[in-house]
C-alpha cells in the first residue's frame, strides 16, 4: 500500500459526460501529480500541482482540468468525454515535487467511456 | 527532450531463469534521476528504485540488481532466479533536475514467468 488513495476505483460513463476523480496523496506530500495509461500512448504526465499551486503541465487536453485542495487532495475533471477518454488514471504522490522526490502512485481509475 | 526506451516489449522465461530488462535513457540535464516501477496485473504501480545521475554504483536488494552505465545512458534491471510472482509489466523512468521534474516513462516490458 504506497499511501496514496484515489476514488472511485472504476467508472463507466457515456460519451458527453462529465465525471470527477480524486486523490489523496500521503500523509506529509505536498504535490500530486496525474497520469494517463492508455494502450496506444503508455504512461502519459498530464498535471502537476504543489501545496495548491499548478507546477507544471503535460499532454492535458483543454476538456480536462484539475486543482489541488487546502487539505492537499486533487480532483482531476474529464468533460466532454469521448471514447478515447477510455483509460487507467493514476495519481501520484512527493515530499516537495522534486526531480530528485520519489513518486508514490494510487491504485488508479479505471476509466471506460461508452 | 527526455526520453526513455525499453525496447523489449515482452519476454518469457522459465521459473528460476535470470532475466534482464533494459533501459535506455535521453537527457540534456546533468542531474537526473532513474527509476523502476513495477505494474503487476492488479494494475497498481509499484516504486522499486530510484538512483541519482551522480551515483553510478550499482544495486543488489535480494533477487533485484540495477546496472546504472552513464557511458552508455542504460539502467538495466536484472532479476535473479525469477518466480512467477514477478510476471508483470516493469517500466523504467526518468525525472530531471530543472524543469521536467515529472516522469517520463518508457512504454515498459512484459515480463512473464511460467512455472
Known amino acids: 500500500d504506497s499511501g496514496v488513495t484515489q476514488t472511485p476505483k472504476h467508472l463507466i460513463t457515456a460519451t458527453g459526460q462529465r465525471v470527477t476523480l480524486r486523490c489523496s496523496p500521503r500523509s506529509g506530500d505536498l504535490s500530486v501529480y496525474w497520469y494517463q495509461q492508455s494502450l496506444d500512448q503508455g504512461l502519459q504526465f498530464l498535471i502537476q500541482?504543489?501545496?495548491?499551486?499548478?507546477?507544471a503541465k503535460g499532454n492535458i487536453l483543454e476538456r480536462f482540468s484539475a486543482q489541488q485542495f487546502p487539505d492537499l487532495h486533487s480532483e482531476l475533471n474529464l468533460s466532454s468525454l469521448e471514447l478515447g477518454d477510455s483509460a487507467l488514471y493514476f495519481c501520484?504522490?512527493?515530499?516537495?515535487?522534486?526531480?530528485?522526490?520519489?513518486?508514490?502512485f494510487g491504485p488508479g481509475t479505471r476509466l471506460t467511456v461508452l | 527532450a527526455q526520453k526513455v526506451t525499453q525496447a523489449q516489449t515482452e519476454i518469457s522465461v522459465v521459473e528460476k531463469e535470470d532475466v534482464t530488462l533494459d533501459c535506455v535513457y535521453e537527457?540534456?540535464?546533468?542531474?537526473?534521476?532513474l527509476f523502476w516501477y513495477k505494474q503487476p496485473p492488479s494494475g497498481e504501480l509499484v516504486f522499486l528504485i530510484r538512483?541519482?545521475?551522480?551515483?553510478?554504483q550499482n544495486e543488489i536488494s535480494g533477487r533485484y540488481s540495477w546496472n546504472f552505465q552513464k557511458s552508455t545512458s542504460s539502467f538495466n534491471f536484472t532479476i535473479t532466479a525469477s518466480q512467477v510472482v514477478d510476471s508483470a509489466v516493469y517500466f523504467c523512468?526518468?525525472?530531471?533536475?530543472?524543469?521536467?521534474?515529472?516522469?517520463?516513462f518508457g512504454s515498459g516490458t512484459q515480463l512473464t514467468v511460467l512455472p
Open positions: 538512483r541519482n545521475s551522480f551515483d553510478e
Open positions: 523512468a526518468l525525472s530531471e533536475a530543472g524543469s521536467a521534474r515529472q516522469l517520463t
Open positions: 537527457t540534456r540535464d546533468t542531474t537526473y534521476y
Open positions: 501520484a504522490s512527493s515530499e516537495q515535487g522534486r526531480g530528485a522526490d520519489t513518486q508514490y
Open positions: 500541482y504543489y501545496n495548491g499551486e499548478e507546477r
